[in-house]
């Protein structure tokens, strides 16, 4: 007896495509958020473990869930445990995206953090 | 099985059934299945814990677990048979009389 309904990420025997066993180039975008993960995620840290990062994932609504690249699903997560550990508030998030915006506004060329392939 | 029971090679074994809406890493396609077990894998702190931030501790058995295609798809099998390995730990495992 297998239950019904199950969460998105928990596909297996989904009607699906074959699978997609290219490699694949990490961008920069990709290693940082990698990085992220490593360095929150690491013993010594220990602000979240991979299983935390696994149910934030997990909990995403299926829109976004398909939407999203993988680093990217990566990304929601971090951030999503990054403010349920206290680290850092959606406030100070927002706030900071805000400024960077308006850099690179002011500035296109001279962009800290800016991402090149 | 009770806690801190040892399962040997060739167990049988059925996934228990349920479902959970919390962090769960027992496939729901296997729940319900019966398999046999290949090997114990150690004992690590309960990932359904850990995905909270709790410490999931007392530490789990983990065994790896394998199963028949046929059985898990029944007729929704479109190739031919093939072995389907899992890692699942101790509190999702039951007795199994002969895996069926």
């Known amino acids: ?117 | 099985m009770t806690p801190g029971s040892r399962l040997a090679a060739g167990t049988p074994v059925r996934v228990r059934t349920g479902d959970p809406r919390t962090h769960c890493r027992t496939p729901h396609y296997l729940r319900g299945k019966c398999g046999i077990v290949v090997r114990a894998l150690g004992d690590y702190p309960n990932p359904e814990e850990l995905a909270y931030h709790r410490p999931g501790m007392p530490a789990l058995a983990l065994y790896q677990v394998e199963f028949d295609s046929a059985q898990v798809w029944g007729d929704r099998l479109r190739e031919a048979p093939y072995r389907i390995v899992a890692d699942i730990f101790e509190h999702w495992l039951e007795p199994a009389g002969a895996a069926g």
């Open chain 1, 1 to 117: 007896m297998t239950t019904g309904a199950h969460s998105v990420h928990d596909l297996g025997g989904d009607p699906a495509g074959p699978v997609d066993r290219e490699e694949h180039a990490r961008t920069l975008f990709d290693q940082r958020v990698d990085a992220m993960l490593r360095l929150l995620a690491h013993p010594q840290k220990g602000y979240f473990t991979v299983d935390a990062m696994r149910r934030s994932i997990e909990s995403l609504a299926p829109v976004d869930y398909h939407a999203l690249g993988y680093y990217e699903r990566w990304l929601r997560a971090v951030r999503q445990l990054a403010i349920e550990r206290g680290l850092v508030s959606a406030a100070e998030l927002e706030q900071r995206m805000t400024q960077i915006a308006q850099a690179r506004q002011a500035s296109p060329q001279n962009m800290p953090g800016q991402d090149r392939q």
